[in-house]
């Protein structure tokens, strides 16, 4: 069946009538709130100004490119006891996913890159989709481990205990999912059967929720340990404590922001890193906008930079980290002969 006939067939309910959409956009607008309050919006602009925009796209872009490259290396460590996966197609395939978060509402990227790399090597999308899972579980790990290191390093998460409270929120988050992939691991068949007892009055519904965690199961291979594991640790820690804090250095060299040495730089680089991770957890609007500023200000000012300076320096890693990501994906679009439009389907398909 063609798209248009499936469209015909099962027509989508528009994105503004989803709840999820109105919540996300409610707490970006608060955490927007956040990031301005009390700000002199003409400090901000002057700071804006001010910034070394060769440093800061020199550094930040080729920094960008990299973290999806480690990503997609990562991810290979993931899909290879799927099957073989190219290292281009699963670079291709994160380029698209990071640019569909963008974009597109409820983290619809994790869905997209999915169907984007299915597609592209004729994989399973379910067992694509058991990779990220368990790709998203270690980053949520990692994030955690990264807050815990910020909190020994600061002495404390300050007076407000935000990142503290941000630990407690993601704790569950990280635990639970890894808790459910363990056990699909390692007992299956007890797995199954508690689909197969959940869902018995549904029984279409539980073939297929069974079909497709056998296709999940498939993506789990990287938890069978050996070398796969060695290099999950390496990438994940590679990602989450260099190579994504090289564009929050661009813009501290950028504003030329008194932080110190090298030593504090690096720590006030990871504690940005850390608040903003704890903030896009939250759901909110595409783009992560307004969290994420309210993330550079709060972790900027236990530094002793000022609010407004604090914002612009979040203003410019999030427009770069936008263009970038977003600059990427439609690039992939567009030598892969792929619209934005079968992207957008995609987001909206079921089937992962």
């Given at each position: 069946?063609?798209?248009?006939?499936?469209?015909?067939?099962?027509?989508?309910?528009?994105?503004?009538?989803?709840?999820?959409?109105?919540?996300?956009?409610?707490?970006?607008?608060?955490?927007?709130?956040?990031?301005?309050r009390d700000v002199d919006l003409a400090?901000?602009?002057?700071?804006?100004?001010?910034?070394?925009?060769?440093?800061?796209?020199?550094?930040?872009?080729?920094?960008?490119v990299l973290l999806l490259w480690v990503r997609a290396l990562r991810w290979r460590h993931l899909t290879d006891p799927i099957r073989p996966m190219p290292l281009g197609a699963l670079?291709?395939?994160?380029?698209?996913g990071f640019m569909a978060n963008n974009i597109f509402p409820l983290r619809m990227g994790e869905v997209v890159r999915s169907w984007v790399l299915a597609r592209e090597t004729h994989t399973s999308a379910a067992a694509v989709f058991g990779t990220i899972v368990l790709?998203?579980?270690?980053?949520?790990?990692?994030?955690i481990l990264l807050v815990v290191l910020v909190l020994v390093l600061r002495g404390g998460g300050?007076?407000?205990?935000?990142?503290?409270?941000?630990?407690?929120?993601?704790l569950p988050v990280a635990l639970l999912p890894l808790a459910g992939l363990v056990m699909l691991k390692a007992m299956p068949e007890r797995v199954l059967a508690l689909g197969r007892f959940v869902l018995r009055p549904a029984p279409r519904?539980?073939?297929?929720?069974?079909?497709?965690?056998?296709?999940f199961q498939e993506g789990l291979g990287a938890l069978s340990g050996g070398t796969h594991l060695v290099w999950l640790a390496i990438h994940t820690a590679s990602i989450w404590l260099l190579v994504s804090i090289i564009p929050i250095v661009a813009v501290f060299l950028a504003l030329d922001l008194e932080l110190g040495g090298p030593a504090?730089?690096?720590?006030?680089?990871?504690?940005?890193?850390?608040?903003?991770?704890?903030?896009?957890?939250?759901?909110?609007?595409?783009?992560?906008?307004?969290?994420?500023?309210?993330?550079?200000?709060f972790a900027l000012v236990a530094f002793g930079i000022a609010p407004a300076t604090a914002v612009a320096a979040g203003t410019l890693l999030h427009g770069v980290m936008w263009v970038t990501l977003t600059t990427a994906g439609l690039l992939v679009l567009r030598i892969r002969h792929t619209s934005l439009g079968e992207v957008d389907e995609a987001a909206e398909s079921p089937s992962p």
């Open positions: 069946m063609t798209s248009e006939g499936s469209a015909k067939a099962s027509p989508r309910r528009p994105r503004w009538r989803d709840p999820h959409v109105w919540f996300g956009l409610a707490v970006t607008v608060l955490f927007g709130w956040l990031a301005l400090e901000v602009q002057r700071s804006l100004a001010r910034a070394d925009w060769v440093v800061l796209l020199t550094l930040s872009i080729p920094a960008y670079f291709r395939a994160m380029a698209v790709e998203r579980v270690l980053d949520v790990v990692a994030l300050g007076d407000d205990g935000a990142l503290e409270r941000g630990v407690l929120l993601l519904l539980a073939a297929s929720a069974e079909r497709l965690l056998i296709r504090e730089m690096v720590e006030a680089a990871w504690t940005t890193q850390a608040a903003v991770g704890v903030a896009v957890a939250l759901p909110s609007a595409p783009g992560f906008f307004g969290l994420f500023h309210a993330a550079c200000r």
